[in-house]
């Protein structure tokens, strides 16, 4: 959605379209309305806020929201588009009439994109397999809070790993998810998934292509992004937990939304090979193309991450240095700055289990190895970011488009963000 000067700004809008063929969303969301309001204490819920105009309507509405029995908290920003995300007992509707005394109009978040995208399939077999509640963002991980000591550590590092942050049965529900993905069988619209298959020779230039659709049923997929398109993933990185951690990051009232919502494989050695996967090179996590750099990525894991299976190698501190090389599109050092910055006695092997979350600021320079077992280390990595950022789209077009493939590297991102918190 390029606009005047080439570029195009980041909107919740945008997506209502490309989220029309993500089946079964309503239903998922519905359920887990329902799960929320059943919960005593912790429920969060979002909603649209038309006619907002100032500081004066945000602080009003604020304060009427937190007036109403039942609520704890209540975060209103301006917009566009206007939002309100209301952590408490209290029901939608008691919400939306509050806000609605005050002169302005409020509907739920969720429905107005997934009502356009009622889905049948999906759905159902959602519902039947899970139970649904255990598939809410509320519900699915098992802590609630980041410490101040993580907190720390996070600020001094560059790193924090909250381990078994993540129930088991969601493991296995982004683990059965994600692969349904690669098979082919998922109900998501693939035309908007940027997928790209990984090397079999494990050297990083003969990978391919990383454009938008399915590239055939297989396990040996490097990367998928968009998965924000994705009513599971979609719930899993609205979970609380990110939402304080974004405000931690981002300050209070920040609109969130996430350049990359991105499965991160490597796929288990085939016979014959003698590893699978991908070597990544040292980089930071930041992309020329948006007019500000995105300080936060949730890294998940869901199997076991090993120096066997490939797991991710950071320098500590190296947040710290900024950005490195501001003339790569995606943050990869030359060698020399690798060279410089990247001394291997420094170097931290970042093991995972599945269901820990590791929490990296962007800077963090970060690599990857190959995977030597027989099977697949599978990771899920958000990076969330400030909704209002404004993607160059000449530049992204050049660089790092779903269609365009520059000689000089990756694609990266999308065009368009869901505005998530
Ligand atoms: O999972 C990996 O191998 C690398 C992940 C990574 O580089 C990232 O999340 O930015």
Redesign the pocket.
């Known amino acids: 959605m390029p606009a005047a000067g080439g570029y195009a700004s980041v909107s919740v809008e945008a997506i209502v379209g490309t989220a029309a063929a993500t089946l079964g969303a309503l239903a998922l969301a519905r359920q887990c309305a329902a799960a929320r309001a059943q919960q005593k204490g912790g429920s969060s819920t979002r909603l649209v806020i038309d006619g907002m105009t100032c500081g004066h309507c945000v602080a009003r509405i604020k304060a009427v929201l937190e007036g109403l029995e039942g609520v704890q908290s209540a975060e209103v920003i301006l917009g566009p588009p206007g939002s309100a995300t209301v952590v408490g007992t209290a029901s939608a509707a008691e919400l939306i009439e509050a806000v609605e005394g005050t002169g302005k109009s409020a509907r739920l978040m969720e429905s107005a994109p997934l009502e356009a995208v009622e889905g049948t399939g999906k759905s159902a077999r959602l519902m039947e397999e899970g139970g649904r509640r255990d598939v809410c963002s509320a519900d699915m991980l098992a802590v609630d809070s980041i410490t101040p000591e993580q907190w720390r550590q996070f600020d001094e590092q560059g790193y924090v790993k909250l381990s078994q942050a993540v129930k088991p049965h969601v493991v296995k529900m982004l683990q059965d998810e994600i692969d349904a993905v690669m098979m082919g069988t998922a109900d998501v619209d693939y035309d908007s998934m940027m997928m790209q298959l990984d090397s079999t020779t494990g050297n990083y230039s003969d990978m391919g292509v990383q454009t938008l659709g399915h590239k055939g049923a297989s396990l040996n997929y490097r990367k998928i992004q968009n998965l924000d398109r994705d009513p599971v993933f979609m719930e899993y990185m609205r979970a609380p937990l990110f939402l304080q951690a974004c405000r931690r990051v981002y300050g209070d009232g920040v609109p969130i939304s996430s350049f ?1 919502s ?1 499965f ?3 796929p288990a050695k085939a016979a014959g090979q003698t590893a699978g ?1 991908t070597v ?1 090179p040292w ?1 930071q ?1 930041r992309w020329a193309h948006l007019d500000r750099d995105p300080l936060l ?1 949730m ?1 998940t894991a869901l199997d076991p ?1 090993t120096e066997q299976t ?3 190698h950071l320098i500590p501190k190296s947040h710290k240095l900024g950005c490195v090389n501001p003339s790569h599109h995606s943050g990869f050092l030359t060698e020399q700055q690798a060279d410089q910055h990247c001394d291997p006695a420094e170097e931290i092997c970042l093991e995972l289990l599945p269901g820990d979350i590791a929490l ?1 600021h962007n800077y963090t320079i ?3 190895g190959q995977n030597f077992s027989q099977r697949p ?1 599978r ?1 899920y ?1 958000v ?1 969330y970011m400030d909704a209002r950022t404004v993607l160059n789209s000449d530049s992204f077009a050049a660089n790092a488009s779903g269609r365009t493939q520059s000689a000089g590297g990756l694609s990266e991102g999308g065009e368009t963000f869901v505005q998530i918190f």
């Open positions: 990359r991105m991160f494989n490597k996967g990544l980089h996590d990525t890294y991450a490939g797991c991710i990296l970060h690599k990857s280390r990771a990595s990076n």
